[in-house]
């Protein structure tokens, strides 16, 4: 079974950036297909980012576009999603997701099989 943990919220000022990561482990990482959602509260959960399993193909909601950047090391079954020119509207609980293989559905609304804890993102304006 696919688990997966999150790591490098915190607090951060309007305008700084953070890095978060989420390792991987019970599968190929090669095959997994990795995203990131946030929820806010009182708000839906979102899709912010993500990257394919097989061409390395990102996809960014449009409020985070030119500001967030998706990667995914595999050889350590890592995907990082580094967020730049933060916003107090980023504030969230982010969480990585990972299906197997690809999907028809856009990434945002595919059903992802695994779900990781989640890390708190803090805005301070």
């Known amino acids: 079974e696919v688990q997966l943990v999150e790591s490098g919220g915190g607090l951060v000022q309007a305008g700084g950036s953070l890095r978060l990561s989420c390792a991987a482990s019970g599968f190929t990482f090669d095959d997994l297909s990795m995203c990131w959602f946030r929820q806010a509260p009182g708000k839906e959960r979102e899709g912010v980012s993500c990257?394919?399993?097989?061409?390395?193909?990102?996809h960014y909601s449009d409020s985070v576009k030119g500001r967030f950047t998706i990667s995914r090391d595999n050889a350590k079954s890592t995907v990082y999603l580094q967020m730049s020119s933060l916003k107090p509207d980023d504030t969230a609980v982010y969480y990585c997701?990972?299906?197997?293989?690809?999907?028809?559905?856009?990434?945002?609304?595919?059903?992802?099989?695994?779900w990781g804890q989640g890390t708190q993102v803090t805005v301070s304006s």
């Open positions: 997701a990972a299906d197997i293989g690809g999907s028809a559905y856009h990434p945002f609304i595919r059903p992802y099989d695994y």
């Open positions: 990257i394919s399993s097989s061409d390395g193909r990102t």
